[in-house]
């Protein structure tokens, strides 16, 4: 009787074992695969993610003036091909685990990003824009020359070269 | 060192030539350009750059520098993204949204491993496109200015 009490009364002043989850944050171990994020900075629009994306939840919607992409939370694996295939960085795998959500917000849980397209300074065409960020980080950011030609479409960069070279060879 | 295709100015006709014989040797797909600058026509290819910025965003891995110093696409990997279209500063590549692949010069790779020189240079008819190192262009080009200074030195001016 006395050993069952001094049992009961050790694990009470122990505490619970189990945590207390919604009342209460829980730490995740290093590298779990939560939630994934978007971050439209920094996205180029080359689809390597519709690409590599194991249970197709990734979609790019291209329109007249703008793209769209959509990571449906609801279909993703957490299978991290994205985060590792993407060029830029602009999909980020978050240790967010809080996975359970009401049937009425199914069609909600949703990363969804709307990227206009800029238009050519000279012929008023429509590009893809060239993020700044990706400009700094990829391209190292130290020649100018890809930031002053990102907003001109490629025929109008084309031509524009062909001039300056007649230019510096007719010397 | 690297060799580039060169242009020589006031000499092309805009005879197509290059145009054509680039089409023969890519499955009929002509990876050149003519651009009209008012009365004069600037054959345009790849320029192949040492520092390719299309080689450093491809998101696959696809557009490498080879050994023979040219930017080349492989096709098997390229996913027809368009990012390289987007960073060339001389909008060189060519995409095609349906089979999703990305065209670009290649330096006619599978001819100068064979000891050629690439279709364009060999088929241009005056001569307007010359294939060389960029050291003997260099080279080339200080000795005719040499030899101008020589001759003003000369005449006694």
Known sequence: ?171 | MSKRVYFLPNICAGCEECLEACAREHQGDSLDYIEMVDLYPVPMRCFHCADAPCAQICPSKAIQVSAEGAVVADKSKCIGCGSCLLVCPFGIPKVDTDKKLMKKCDLCIHRLKEGKIPACVQNCSLKALQFGDVEEYEAAKRKKAASKLQKLGDSGL
């Open chain 1, 1 to 171: 009787m006395l050993t069952t009490l001094k049992t009961v009364l050790a694990n009470i002043a122990k505490g619970p074992a189990t945590s207390q989850y919604p009342f209460k944050e829980e730490k995740v171990p290093a590298g779990f695969r939560g939630k994934v994020t978007y971050d439209p900075t920094k996205c180029i629009g080359c689809k390597t993610c519709v690409h590599v994306c194991a249970g197709k939840a990734i979609k790019i919607n291209e329109k007249e003036d703008s793209f769209d992409f959509t990571i449906w939370d609801g279909t993703c694996t957490r299978c991290q091909m994205c985060e590792n295939f993407c060029p830029t960085g602009a999909i980020k795998v978050t240790d967010n685990y809080h996975n359970a959500y009401l049937a009425e917000d199914a069609y909600k849980r949703a990363c969804y990003g709307n990227i206009p397209y800029i238009h050519c300074s000279e012929c008023n065409k429509t590009i893809k824009p060239l993020p700044e960020v990706v400009a700094q980080e990829k391209l190292k950011g130290e020649n100018s020359a890809y930031i002053e030609r990102s907003v001109i479409c490629p025929d109008c960069r084309r031509k524009m070269m062909a001039k300056d070279l007649m230019k510096g060879l007719a010397r």
